[in-house]
């Protein structure tokens, strides 16, 4: 839950916090916005941030201001080139997202014929006032692009399925497919089915998927023991579904469509039923594979 600017001034009071001081902006930040916006010389600028106590991580906030000719479209190319990925806000004005130390986001905004462009890159910074980007971010979702739908959709469709197909096993005894509608709800309004960003790779490229949190949910009451429950869900989803993880009590299951693979992550306890009979439940995450812009 985020704390309210009022209540953390308190805590600073209370408790003492870190003061924002002029901080030199990293080259590497630097660097990233002239490669993606083509002009040598934006405006940088950057300071740490107030950071409360006893949290000893260094908070900084660096941003970058610039205007660049015509829409800003060079921008968007290039950033998404580069492994970004494109969100678009509620009010479906366009983010661009990438990462380096932390999350950078791009902004744009009309100027005439020209367009200004607006970046920051901040850790850590629980106090004062918020950066106008970092807030729309927080409800903006990906801006799929063409194919990047496509594959994703293919994905989800799968994992839409599984879920579906495990829910006559379960007691209630059904997944409500309109939990997980179909086609993918873009942009995203349900509360169980989330478009999410992701790390794409190791090198930092962002991208994509899909995540229902627990849509599968219910008990199986006529055992009580965990390889019956597991042979009953392998035997449902067919043999197309192959375990690819086991971690804890959580068994991952995987199947790909074409490129991307879809999952059921499905935890399977010892539990007493709502009518409180001994039984097994059965809860479930559904995903996508993260899929880049760029994906061909």
């Not at 805590?11 to 870190?18: D, K, S």
Request: with cysteine; charged share 25%; glycine share 10%.
């Amino acid at each position: 839950m985020r704390r309210s600017g009022a209540l953390l001034g308190a805590l600073c009071l209370l408790g003492g916090c870190a003061q924002a001081d002029e901080s030199p902006v990293p080259a590497d930040f630097q660097q990233i916005i002239r490669d993606i916006s083509g002009v040598a010389d934006p405006d940088f600028a950057g300071s740490t941030c107030a950071t409360q106590a006893p949290d000893r991580r260094e908070g900084y906030r660096y941003t970058a201001e610039l205007t660049v000719q015509g829409t800003g479209e060079q921008v968007r190319k290039a950033a998404i080139e580069r492994g970004w990925q494109p969100y678009r806000t509620k009010d479906r004005e366009e983010l661009l997202v990438g990462k380096s130390q932390a999350t950078i986001i791009v902004g744009f905004a009309e100027d005439g014929k020209n367009t200004k462009v607006s970046a920051v890159m901040e850790s850590n910074c629980v106090s004062g006032p918020e950066n106008p980007l970092v807030q729309e971010l927080r409800t903006a979702d990906p801006d799929l692009q063409p194919t990047q739908k496509q594959r994703l959709a293919a994905a989800y469709q799968l994992v839409r399925t599984a879920g579906v197909t495990i829910g006559p096993l379960l007691d209630p005894g059904h997944v409500d497919p309109e939990e997980i509608p179909w086609p993918p709800p873009v942009p995203d309004y349900f509360p169980r089915v989330n478009l999410e960003g992701c790390v794409v790779n190791d090198r930092g490229a962002l991208g994509a998927r899909w995540l229902a949190d627990y849509v599968v949910d219910g008990f199986i009451t006529d055992t009580t023991d965990v390889k019956t429950g597991e042979q009953r869900v392998v035997a449902a989803l067919g043999d197309q579904w192959k375990i690819s993880e086991r971690k804890d009590d959580v068994i991952t299951f995987e199947r790909s469509a074409g490129a991307v693979p879809g999952m059921l992550s499905l935890r399977i306890t010892q539990q007493s039923g709502q009518r409180g009979v001994p039984g097994l439940h059965l809860k479930g995450q559904l995903s996508t594979g993260c899929v880049p812009p760029t994906i061909t």
